[in-house]
């Protein structure tokens, strides 16, 4: 008999209930696609409920009962959808991992092209690259770009705008992404640190199948700090240029002022400008604090060496079936 490979769908889920279903139908309808042309194929589905609120949790122990290739793996809390893809390739068994939304906008017809550019050994990553933001608000892509564009100045891990956390991977790479065990994650970051022969499939960007976005402006405001932060040690040195500039500034001042109390004799004015350069110096001083805290912030939090996630049920040790479960 032929040699089987495994397949695992790492599909991070909170308060999916809606989509599931949909999403669920969309895969394995792909799966059956890809098995017909590749026989060797098998796939498990490996599901992380990311501390729900509605009945995901209710639909995927439905769901692993009446489907022996889906596992799940329910959080005690949110932790994030960083958390979620960390805890399914840490417990995905299979020799290709994919991660992918379960709101479908990470078209699961992706997958035979992803699965050939892998498997032709050719490359070691496939992923998605969004060549527009449609339906998405244009104030949160103008944001979107800048931070693409800030952090790719400032640091050595290049980060491709349109870039996503739908990627296909062997084996070898996952390994790599896991050894990076750090508490403060930032997937795409993470996802291009460790490198390999990456292929990047260009596509339109598609709306949610169903239900709403989790992600609040704010939240992926802190989500960017996050990537900047992790990736890169930049602005860290602006208090230097800052404080250099101030000094040199200092320095001109004095001459000035020297030059002014020699030439026209002494004079008491000059409060205003006193009181603008304290402001301004003060300023300046509580910003590379600022900077400096959340450097440290991280660092601390590192140091806890905290969990990244914590589990509370899984397809081994969920409850036995009640009567409304199995109508679903
Ligand atoms: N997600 C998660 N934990 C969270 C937030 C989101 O696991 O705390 C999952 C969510 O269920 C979805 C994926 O991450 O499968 C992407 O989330 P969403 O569609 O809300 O983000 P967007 O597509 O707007 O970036
Ligand atoms: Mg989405």
Redesign the pocket.
Known sequence: MEQTSLISVI????N?EEVLPLFYAEITKISAQMQEKHPELRFEYLF?D?GSKDHTLRYLRALARKDERVRFISFSR?F??EA?IYAGLQNAKGDYCVVM???L?HPPAFLPTMYEAVASGEYDCATTRRVSRKGESKIRSWFARLFYRIMNKISQTEIVDGAQDFRFMTRQMVDAVLSMSEYNRFSKGIFSWVGFRVKYLEYENVE?AAGT???SFWGLFRYSIEGIIGFSTAPLSVSVVLGLLSCVAAVIIIIATIIKTLVFGEEVSGFPTLLCSIFFMGGLQLFCMGILGIYLSKTYLEVKNRPIYLVRETEENMPPAPAEDEAK
């Open positions: 599909v991070p889920c909170y999916e992380i990311d949110n994030g959808k979620g939304d379960a709101d906008q949610r976005t989790a992600w």
